[in-house]
């Protein structure tokens, strides 16, 4: 059974900081490429950040210099830092594990982030 699960949301003042997990389970976590998207009330879910299987990572600009996005194999999770929050951070966070070239996706369950004063 597969399992993505998202851990390190929460409320953070404008400015702050979090750091997101993603643990996957019964995958062979090195042949998945790994992203994180985000959904705002209201809004589509869109990506935020991936890192392929061969750690070549890609951001969406609106986070470009203040998000990076990293993997440790061994410990099958993908991480995502973010600084310098705002308050249009604020989303669902999910982690999709995508398997090139089939196109197997997962997504984890999502995790609150809220940036707020």
């Known amino acids: 059974q597969v399992q993505l699960v998202e851990s390190g949301g929460g409320l953070v003042q404008p400015g702050g900081s979090l750091r997101l997990s993603c643990t996957a389970s019964g995958i062979i976590f090195n042949l998945y490429d790994m992203g994180w998207y985000r959904q705002a009330p209201g809004k589509q879910r869109e990506l935020v950040a991936t890192?392929?299987?061969?750690?070549?990572?890609a951001y969406a600009d609106s986070v470009k210099g203040r998000f990076t996005i990293s993997r440790d194999n061994a410990k099958n999770t993908v991480s995502l830092q973010m600084n310098t929050l705002k308050p249009e951070d604020t989303a669902v966070y999910y982690c999709?594990?995508?398997?090139?070239?089939?196109?197997?996706?997962?997504w984890g369950q999502g995790t609150q982030v809220t940036v707020s004063s």
């Open positions: 999709k594990a995508n398997r090139p070239p089939f196109n197997t996706i997962y």
């Open positions: 890192i392929s299987k061969l750690e070549s990572v």
